[in-house]
């Protein structure tokens, strides 16, 4: 399976596991659908949601610096 829809798979169980049990992502779903989406299309705009979440974590994280481990030397040294 192309990585991008095992992506598209694995954000799409995220997502119907967030609006089962996180309110807040309940929420959102139930206002878009409010906002004349289907459930299809606001599971979507949940699951875009999730995604920049993700990237912009991914993306701060390699912004800031991490600490380096320090490299063991070996006793005869």
Not at 34 to 63: D, H, P, Y
Request: proline share 5%.
């Amino acid at each position: 399976m192309p990585l991008g829809k095992q992506l598209n798979a694995a954000f799409h169980r995220i997502a119907v596991i967030q609006i089962r049990c996180h309110d807040p992502a309940r929420d959102y779903v139930e206002r878009k659908m409010s906002e004349g989406k289907t459930k299809r299309e606001a599971i979507r705009c949940l699951k875009r949601q999730l995604v920049r979440v993700v990237f912009n974590t991914l993306r701060s994280n390699e912004m800031t610096p991490t600490k380096t481990v320090p490299v063991l030397q070996s006793a005869a040294a």
